[in-house]
């Protein structure tokens, strides 16, 4: 069975930082795509970054700059650092880990950030 729990959400003042972890664990055949997304109330969830197992990542347009995501491999684990929060950036973010040949979707149970001007 694998699990995704997440760590690090928080409230802080506009233009501060936070760092959220994901750590995955139970058997996985082939961990394709690690990555983070978001959902304000009211709106859909948008990816908002996102690391392949080849190094390659994807970033949503709002967050480049001022996100980065990283991983660590011999744990499974993926991380954002999230540097220059705005009130926009309030949501619950979900770590998704996508395995497979079917690149299938396992999700986090959410964690909140909150920015306050």
């Known amino acids: 069975q694998v699990q995704l729990v997440e760590s690090g959400g928080g409230s802080v003042q506009a233009g501060g930082s936070l760092r959220l972890s994901c750590a995955l664990s139970g058997s996985v055949f082939r961990l394709n795509v690690m990555g983070w997304y978001r959902q304000a109330p009211g709106k859909q969830r948008d990816l908002v970054a996102s690391?392949?197992?080849?190094?390659?990542?994807n970033y949503a347009d709002s967050v480049k700059g001022r996100f980065t995501i990283s991983r660590d491999n011999a744990k499974n684990t993926v991380y954002l650092q999230m540097n220059s929060l705005k009130p926009e950036d309030t949501a619950v973010y979900y770590c998704?880990?996508?395995?497979?040949?079917?690149?299938?979707?396992?999700w986090g149970q959410g964690t909140q950030v909150t920015v306050s001007s």
């Open positions: 690391l392949s197992s080849s190094g390659t990542t």
């Open positions: 998704n880990a996508k395995t497979g040949i079917s690149y299938r979707d396992y």
